[in-house]
């Protein structure tokens, strides 16, 4: 445990520690899957504010994206045993984390309530950070009024960086489909920002 903590932790050659991370986080999952809940915490740790980005994302709403953070992390220790390292354990770990989101957002039956939120704007004066929060709020709906398959692409390869094999992965599709989905999404956007934030 101490060793797997050290080595990722480490600074250095950035070759050399990303992997030495692989196997610091792969000796992680190995001892979790043995039923070790310290090394699991570890993993949890490693990969808590991704999941969270993903599910905000995806649900506009920071209560219900650590709710769906703590539920995806109690499916991903419930179905350790299931993991194979054929994909990468972040793109596991995304795939319960989308497919808990999807699942709370399909029991909901109101829409996402996303007035109320908080936004980071820079201090550049008031005027322009009034102009920043609407362009911010114009995005963070049209995000949001996607459909949940593109939308879920979209945030994974736009907000959290992953691949297009990784995104994949994530959402058991095939690439094509990964490819598709985000070009719809895109377009979508493009156009739907085109003309909101015209009159922003």
């Known amino acids: 445990m101490n060793e797997a903590r050290y080595l990722i932790e480490r600074k250095g050659n950035v070759h050399t520690t990303l992997v030495e991370t692989q196997q610091a986080e792969d000796q992680l999952i190995e001892a979790a899957k043995q039923g070790n809940r310290d090394a699991f915490g570890e993993l949890v740790l490693i990969h808590y504010q991704g999941v969270i980005n ?15 953070a703590q539920e995806t992390f109690i499916r991903a220790w419930t179905k350790l045993h299931t993991y194979r390292p054929i994909g990468s354990f972040r793109s596991w770990v995304y795939r319960i984390a989308n497919n808990a989101a999807l699942d709370i957002l399909r029991r909901r039956k109101e829409e996402v309530d996303i007035d109320d939120l908080p936004l980071a704007v820079p201090g550049n004066g008031v005027e322009q950070s009034v102009i920043h929060q609407q362009q911010a709020e114009v995005i963070r709906k049209a995000v949001l009024a996607l459909p949940a398959a593109s939308r879920s692409v979209l945030v994974l390869r736009e ?10 992965d994530s959402l058991e599709i095939p690439l094509g489909t990964v490819m598709s989905r985000l070009a719809y999404a895109r377009g979508k956007l493009k156009q739907e920002l085109s003309r909101q934030l015209e009159v922003v």
């Not at 649900?59 to 709710?67: I, N, Q, R, S, V």
Request: negative net charge; charged residues 25%; hydrophobic residues 40%.
């Open 54 to 68: 993903v599910v905000y994302r995806m649900t506009g709403e920071m209560p219900l994206a650590e709710d769906v």
């Open 159 to 168: 907000y959290e960086s992953l691949s297009y094999q990784e995104i994949a």
